[in-house]
């Protein structure tokens, strides 16, 4: 009879439990698709602009007691943004909502005379606003094509994919060269070298590394050990004009021809 009590007893314990757990579901369900006021919107995870900036282009900067917005509406907005990639909303408080921002992978930047666009992930073109904070992306200088960039649509060639494979390749195999790569170039002005052949820019490295086409990753690796070989030697590297990736199992450092009249 005491044990029958104990099981009534945990059943009915475990039921309530279970009833509490469905009703705050619903209810929080409820709220996500409903219109509450909000007073306040934090942003985190935003590197490209500032949380004023998106909420300005959201129009939540400036909210009163007589704002009404649902998660999915506030959410819709901040993923209409051209950098951002995805948006998640959510309830910290009653009336305060924070957002946790993924924003696109920027590849790079495109001067077009005194115009600068973005070249993120999926070889997505996009304007760069006000206020933006250019990090350190390559400039990609010289593409077949330029003049075809639109901002907001995809843009797609041989030279873009190209450069790419080099930045995901750097990336992935030095982090120390990818934080310091400043150009790709797809013409460069060296006279001896195919007008085809990429030539990339490194900060503090003197000279220009004439990469080629093709074979990414292990340029890259070769370009690393080579330049970790010369860490002592300086003066080497400062005095050299080129260094040469185009050759399998070679590298080639030296100086361009300088004729005097």
């Known amino acids: 009879m005491v044990r029958e009590t104990k099981i009534k007893i945990i059943g009915t314990g475990i039921f309530i439990i279970l009833l509490l757990i469905v009703t705050y579901l619903v209810y929080h369900s409820n709220k996500i698709d409903k219109n509450e006021i909000i007073e306040s919107v934090k942003v985190t995870g ?19 007691n007589k704002n009404k917005f649902s998660l999915p509406v506030i959410k819709s907005r901040f993923e209409k943004h051209p950098y ?16 946790f ?34 990090f350190d992306f390559p400039v990609i200088s010289n593409i077949d094509e330029e003049r075809t960039l639109k901002p907001l649509k995809k843009f797609r060639n041989k030279d873009i994919v190209q450069a790419f494979k080099i930045i995901d390749a750097i990336h992935i195999t030095s982090e120390k060269l990818w934080s310091k790569l400043s150009e790709i170039n797809f013409k460069s002005q060296i006279n001896f070298i195919n007008e085809n052949d990429i030539v990339l820019t490194i ?11 093709g ?8 370009l690393e050990t080579l330049l970790n070989g010369f860490s ?7 005095e050299s004009d080129y260094i040469d990736l185009r050759f399998n199992q070679s590298i080639y450092v030296g100086n361009t021809q300088r004729v005097e009249l």
């Open 46 to 64: 935003n590197r490209l602009l500032s949380e004023n900036d998106y909420l300005t282009f959201t129009r939540l900067s400036e909210l009163s």
């Open 84 to 99: 951002v990639l995805k948006a998640d909303v959510k309830f910290i408080s009653e009336k305060k909502v924070k957002v």
């Open 101 to 134: 921002l993924i924003e696109k992978r920027i590849y790079g930047v495109i001067i077009r005379g005194s115009e600068a666009l973005f070249v993120a992930e999926g070889f997505q073109v996009l304007p760069v606003f006000p206020n933006t904070k250019v």
């Open 203 to 213: 900060s503090g490295i003197n000279p220009s590394i004439i990469f080629g086409r």
């Open 215 to 222: 074979n990414e990753a292990s340029k890259i690796v070769g």
């Open 232 to 238: 002592n030697d300086k003066n080497f590297l400062a």
